[in-house]
């Protein structure tokens, strides 16, 4: 499946499941957050995601599209000395939608960790997860790799 066919695939399908209801939209979880840190961090996103005038789906999309293609094996290493495409600036999306989600995650994580001794550097952004997934999935993750996480 084409790289564009299989955005646009994940775009529909999250799309159908969205329920009108912006905090629905996506979740942010980092452990050992009270929810009054949690809502923070989800305002600071939401900020993030409003001033870009970027939707959530359409951000998480970007940075899906962005580690398809660095995982892809049809990807040449950079060599300098071969002709590079012209790009035309008119057509560059600005900002784009991966490097959004990515500032959302990171102004969730500052917003929620804020004054902690050891602050994450992720607020695990997520769509098409309850919140009760997202938080299973996390401490799963963490717990993994030797329980060391975030430390207010």
């Not at 997520?126 to 790799?145: K, M, P, Q, S, Y």
Request: charged share 30%.
């Amino acid at each position: 499946m084409e790289l564009a066919t299989h955005t646009e695939t994940t775009i529909r399908r999250i799309k159908a499941k969205a329920a009108p209801d912006p905090r629905e939209l996506f979740q942010v979880y980092v452990p050992g957050a009270t929810s009054e840190e949690i809502e923070r961090g989800w305002l600071a996103a939401f900020e993030v995601f409003k001033e870009a005038k970027c939707h959530p789906l359409t951000a998480a999309a970007g940075l899906f599209a962005v580690e398809e293609m660095e995982f892809s094996s049809n990807l040449k290493p950079y060599d300098p000395n071969e002709p590079q495409p012209k790009v035309d600036p008119e057509a560059i999306v600005t900002p784009d939608p991966a490097t959004v989600w990515l500032k959302a995650d990171a102004a969730a994580a500052k917003a929620i960790c804020e004054g902690w001794r050891k602050p994450s550097d992720t607020a695990n952004l997520a769509v098409d997860t309850r919140f009760e997934d997202l938080v299973a999935e996390v401490d799963e993750g963490i717990a993994r790799r030797g329980g060391n996480g975030p430390e207010r």
